[in-house]
């Protein structure tokens, strides 16, 4: 690759910085919800930011940003790079962000360099990675990809019943449908591990292999109502008690089929009063495995965690609503990746991706690969969610190392 073409670290950096004040928290971190008036703002600097790198920008229906830097051979697909801006209600200031902020310093640095690419180079902001406000998450990238339809999309609603669609016309970006992705030759995302392998292992790059599939499931228990004084142990028909053996029999799912991780994240017990034995309880499960086989195995073993709760007069329901399959990226990719890494000296480790990216629904149309630094502590969805501005700068090298043998030297 030429001299000439580096990363500006400081540069990437006060980007970074600048993105995570909007939106910024008391504690460190950043609520920037899909289509808040937040998400507006950050939208706003970053079409600035990627007219001034010199970079045509449209907008989509979905409001993902695109900002194109024009390659020697105008028809020829684009490498794709890019993640979101979006987060969780307490997130941090690297999740999604560096991917979108890597990208804009990728074509900056070759803007800088004077550097021409054979493809265009585009960089991507998908709309509604997270799914915390509108369900389901990769939601934008789902449509373009062919996951979810224009019209599921637009009827997704918030805890407040405001629509996806509505929302997207209030702060501006409901772009036309002529301006979505409609070809790329590779997509690249550059993204924080979000978990503590690579500093344990003390790699600086992580060589994304795949992202591993999902089962989301919805259990409802019911049981019986009844005051917690006079009722026997004999007569209750808890739905807390056998809702526990669900957690605890989902644990050891983990703990049994090799590969696979297994969650309960959300509880809801009803009436919750402290003297009322409950009657109800809805609780979810993340299911998580990057075989397939140890998935099903993962998802058959629920039912039958759900059948041996039902014991005891509660009644139990369980029923998958979300499944993402073990996606394995393009070995094409990879490749790149992996040789990118090593011409900077990185010491690299390979690795699946435990969590969703939008690189799941575009891997599943196009060639895909993903970048990992690391997380310190493994912490993310967390204000104090952390990457040094070392690691952050060796990521986007490596993205830019990736682009220029993807993309081509003109």
Not at 81 to 94: A, K
Not at 149 to 167: C, K, P
Not at 257 to 278: K, W
């Amino acid at each position: 690759m030429r001299r000439d073409l580096r990363i500006d670290g400081a540069r990437l950096w006060t980007s970074l910085m600048a993105m995570a004040a909007v939106g910024a928290t008391p504690g460190g971190g950043v609520r920037r919800l899909a289509l808040s008036d937040e998400d507006r703002k950050a939208r706003d600097l970053l079409v600035a930011w990627l007219q001034e790198a010199g970079c045509h920008v449209r907008v989509d229906d979905l409001g993902n940003i695109y900002g194109r830097r024009a390659g020697t051979e105008a028809d020829a697909a684009p490498v794709v790079v890019g993640s979101h801006l979006d987060t969780v209600p307490t997130g941090g200031r690297f999740d999604g962000a560096l991917g979108v902020i890597g990208g804009l310093e990728v074509v900056r640095a070759l803007a800088d360099a004077g550097a021409a690419t054979r493809r265009p180079v585009e960089v991507v902001c998908w709309t509604n990675e997270e799914g915390v406000r509108f369900a389901p998450a990769m939601l934008a990238s789902g449509v373009v990809c062919g996951r979810f339809t224009l019209e599921e999309a637009y009827a997704a609603r918030d805890a407040d019943g405001r629509a996806f669609g509505e929302e997207l016309r209030r702060i501006g970006y409901l772009g036309q449908a002529v301006h979505r992705l409609r070809e790329a030759a590779a997509y690249v995302e550059l993204h924080i591990e979000q978990g503590p392998v690579l500093e344990r292992a003390g790699a600086q790059i992580g060589v994304v292999e795949g992202i591993e599939g999902i089962s989301w499931n919805r259990v409802e228990v019911a049981g019986r109502t009844a005051h917690a004084g006079p009722t026997p142990l004999e007569d209750r028909q808890d739905a807390l008690v056998a809702a526990a053996r669900i957690v605890l029999g989902v644990r050891a799912l983990a703990e049994r089929i090799p590969g696979v991780r297994a969650t309960v994240g959300h509880l809801d017990v009803s009436p919750n009063a402290v003297n009322v034995i409950p009657g109800r309880v809805l609780l979810t499960t993340d299911l998580r495995a990057r075989e397939a086989e140890a998935l099903g195995r993962a998802a058959a073993g629920l039912q039958a965690v759900c059948a041996e709760a039902a014991r005891g007069g509660v009644e139990v329901r369980a029923a998958e609503f979300w499944r993402s399959p073990p996606t394995p990226f393009a070995p094409g990719v990879i490749g790149a990746i992996a040789r990118a890494a090593e011409e900077r000296g990185c010491a690299t480790r390979r690795l699946w991706a435990g969590a969703g990216h939008d690189a799941k629904h575009m891997a599943d149309r196009w060639p895909a690969g993903m970048i990992f630094v690391p997380s310190a502590g493994g912490v993310s969805h967390n204000e104090r969610e952390w990457t040094s501005p070392e690691d952050c700068a060796r990521g986007a090298e490596v993205l830019l190392g990736t682009v220029w043998r993807l993309a081509g030297e003109a």
